[in-house]
């Protein structure tokens, strides 16, 4: 069946550190990839997306390009803020219609 | 913008009491679905509903749980007699379309602790 996997958390990082959270997947057909955020006491938000091999989803300075051939789709950042701590949700949406998650990266910007 | 909105936002209830948590999906939306978080854990896909019927659940939807659009707007998920193991954050999701490319709409969740 499809499963998501991600890099366990915690990361804590200095504010305008490079941020890469690692998430592969495991799906049959060609599922829609996808990095949701929840903040501190909030709901989950789309942060980016990409449906398609070698679509890079992008927004506020988050980037995760959809590899095809080793399954991935990892989160980078650049310089990542202290407003940028949140749990980082990696999912897949195949067919089916229902999303599904990977466990939650935590991560944690010092100033 | 227009958003999910769900009630109540924290509920806390004892063990073997009925429970009934509300969400407002985005109005033109089709899809609805319920997960569940329960602290520090995953978030886990329960039940996707569309055109009046449940198109898929999981393991964790077994007949304690049932969902419900009673009327055009609102759609409710009701646990009949409510379990420990049944404290977690609850999300409702809508999406327009069903195929692997449309986005899910989160609302903020509803916290249920069970006693």
């Known amino acids: 069946g499809n499963s998501v996997t991600q890099m366990e958390g915690p990361v804590t990082l200095s504010e305008e550190a490079f941020l890469t959270i690692n998430c592969t997947y495991t799906?049959?057909?060609?599922?829609?990839l996808f990095w949701y955020v929840q903040y501190p006491g909030e709901g989950l938000q789309l942060l980016l997306k990409?449906?398609?091999?070698?679509d890079k989803g992008s927004n506020k300075g988050f980037e995760a390009t959809y590899r095809k051939e080793t399954t991935s789709f990892h989160l980078e950042k650049g310089s990542v803020q202290v407003s940028d701590s949140a749990v980082y949700f990696c999912?897949?949406?195949?067919?089916?219609?229902?999303?599904?998650f990977g466990q939650g990266t935590e991560l944690s910007v010092k100033p | 913008e227009p958003e999910v909105t769900q009630t109540p936002s924290h509920q806390v209830t004892q063990m073997g009491q009925e429970v009934i948590l509300r969400c407002v999906p985005i109005?033109?939306?089709?899809?609805f679905y319920w997960y569940r978080q329960i602290l520090g854990q995953k978030v886990e896909f329960l039940v996707s509903?569309?055109?009046?019927?449940?198109?898929?659940k999981s393991e964790i939807f077994d007949d304690q749980f049932s969902v419900e659009r009673p009327d055009g707007s609102n759609f409710t998920l009701k646990i009949r007699s409510t379990k420990l193991e049944d404290s977690a954050m609850y999300f409702c999701?809508?999406?327009?379309?069903?195929?692997?490319?449309?986005?899910?709409?989160f609302g903020e969740g509803s916290r249920l602790t069970v006693l």
């Open positions: 990409a449906t398609k091999a070698d």
């Open positions: 799906a049959t057909g060609y599922p829609s």
């Open positions: 999701a809508s999406s327009e379309q069903g195929a692997n490319t449309g986005e899910l709409f």
């Open positions: 109005s033109n939306h089709l899809y």
């Open positions: 509903f569309y055109n009046n019927e449940i198109s898929e």
């Open positions: 999912a897949l949406k195949g067919q089916g219609g229902k999303l599904i």
